[in-house]
């Protein structure tokens, strides 16, 4: 079982499950936990008997909202102190420290944080970077208009003195490319459809799938994305 964190104020569930969808095609068995203050998850994924605490599934992806830590959700799906979740991968959706600690993402797999750079996203997102004690790997996951370089320069200005060792390689999403009303109306519908994302988009999203899995084949992983 293995943790992959994405931290940050920005709107991220939607990526994490399209990231979680990819990955069950590829037969694994993933849980998204929603652990940020807003719970998004909530009002996009559709369950039948909504609770304060509920884990459903939705395209063979487990989604948990309303947990405060691992124990929590352990002890709801009825495992005992000796045994594990039986996931593949745990894709964890955080937007404050104590957030978090409570998931123990600083022993994660993968850490992301992600952020578009206007200034809500921005600010509020770095307020959990500025308190993480220890130093921690971070992979920028940057939602742009025109991916500038500048724009790069900043964030690295805005967390200088953090814990945080910024990892050399980016990964961005394109704005205003026509992918948040492809989202939209997945949400409408209630399914996950590729076909209609931008190529950027999909080919991001390919990128962050081969690091999370590690030793799958590029083309493997791209020709599932094209089936979905």
């Known amino acids: 079982m293995k943790k992959v964190g994405f931290i940050g104020a920005y709107d991220k569930i939607d990526l ?10 590829l037969e694994k068995k993933v849980l998204v ?16 008997n909504p609770t304060v605490m509920y884990v459903t599934e939705y395209e063979e992806i487990d989604i948990a909202v309303g947990f405060n830590n691992m124990e929590d959700i352990e002890k709801y799906l009825g495992v005992n102190e000796n045994q594990k979740l039986e996931y593949d991968y745990i894709l964890i959706d955080v937007d404050n420290i104590q957030a978090f600690n ?6 994660a797999q993968k850490n992301y944080f992600v952020t578009s750079f206007d200034a809500y996203s921005l600010k509020k997102g770095l307020e959990t970077l500025m308190e993480i004690k220890n130093p921690i790997s971070l992979t920028k996951i940057l939602f742009s208009k025109e991916m500038l370089k500048e724009e ?16 050399e390689y980016r990964v961005y999403f394109p704005i205003e490319n026509g992918d948040l009303n492809v989202i939209y109306e997945n949400q409408r519908v209630a399914k996950i459809r590729f076909k209609k994302l931008s190529v950027q988009y999909k080919d991001s999203l390919a990128y962050i799938v081969g690091e999370i899995l590690e030793s799958v084949n590029d083309n493997i992983i791209r020709r599932t994305i094209k089936t979905i």
């Open 16 to 25: 994490i499950v399209y990231i979680a969808k990819v990955l069950t095609e």
């Open 33 to 48: 936990i929603d652990a940020t203050a807003k719970q998004k998850a909530r009002y996009i994924i559709p369950t039948i």
């Open 152 to 167: 790069d320069d900043y964030l690295n200005f805005l967390s200088l003195g953090y814990k945080v060792i910024w990892n």
């Open 102 to 107: 409570d998931f123990g993402l600083e022993e």
